[in-house]
């Protein structure tokens, strides 16, 4: 739990806080933006102090959210605190009844975020969060897990304790297997876009890890209402990322050589041949969520990124 005597000095004075634990993964301010402060990378703090009801419950998504406890209240919130844990899964934005966002992020995943697909042929968690009752509760409410996709072997997390309580066939790429995963079922090879179902591709993108793959969720567009205009594509496409390519705080797609663990060229490689496949949604590990309004503008900022990741060669 966080400690009210390492309460930062940069924090509004009131009753939620943030100590000195934090480890600036960035997960509060995804969660919630309007109480958390601090750029991306940087320790967070609370800018400003909730003071609605609904204000109240965002910043307490956000306290179970934190991956080490470092938010904390000096008052005790009870009930509020209850709803706040049974909220994850949360849909992505408003009308989503496909995509969810799992919370619970976890410190061996540096809080890398993960996610829930909700779809007739079987739901797929993508990369693991930290094991927790309540979320395990909501996620059987959504008819539980048939796949666990692991992006790379970065954001596994608790991944086995999943496996074990939901039944769900584990996907890894070889490349990224290592003696904590060894056991997955289902190993991918190669570098070659893999099938798993007719909405379901895995994109291998070597760069940031060596097995690192990203999974393309296609479905046809009317099955709920998107909150933003997509543009005429009647498919709706998301792109599941890992850490190869996420958003920004300021809109732009983005990938850093200074977190590529393996190998610069290779990721350039595998982001131009991204340019491939159609999305219009960026569903990352790190970074934010990134959306155009097409995927033709995608594909245009995926241009950008990958010229200027060839510059940096």
Known sequence: MARLDQRLPTNAAGDFFV?????ACDTCRRVDPATFGGGEDDTSFVARQPTTAGERHRALMALVACPVSAIGTASKHGAEAAAAARAFPEPLAPGDDDVYACGYAAESSF????????RP???VLVDAPRFARPLLARIRELGGVRWLFLTHRD?????ARWAEALGCERVLHARDVTSGTRK???QL???QPIVLE??????PVPGHTPGSTALLYTRRRGTSPRPTDLGADPMARDLFTGDHLWGDAAGRLGASRSVCWW???SQTRSMERLLDHRFQRVLPGHGRPWQAATAAAARAALVELVAAMQRRA
């Open 184 to 186: 997955v079922e289902r």
């Open 263 to 265: 190998d610069w060229g």
């Open 155 to 159: 954001d596994v997390a608790d991944h």
């Open 189 to 191: 090879e190669g570098d």
């Open 121 to 123: 042929g079987g739901n």
């Open 198 to 203: 007719d909405d379901l591709l895995a994109i």
């Open 19 to 23: 100590d000195g634990s934090c480890i």
């Open 111 to 118: 809080g890398a975020a993960s996610w829930l697909v909700v």
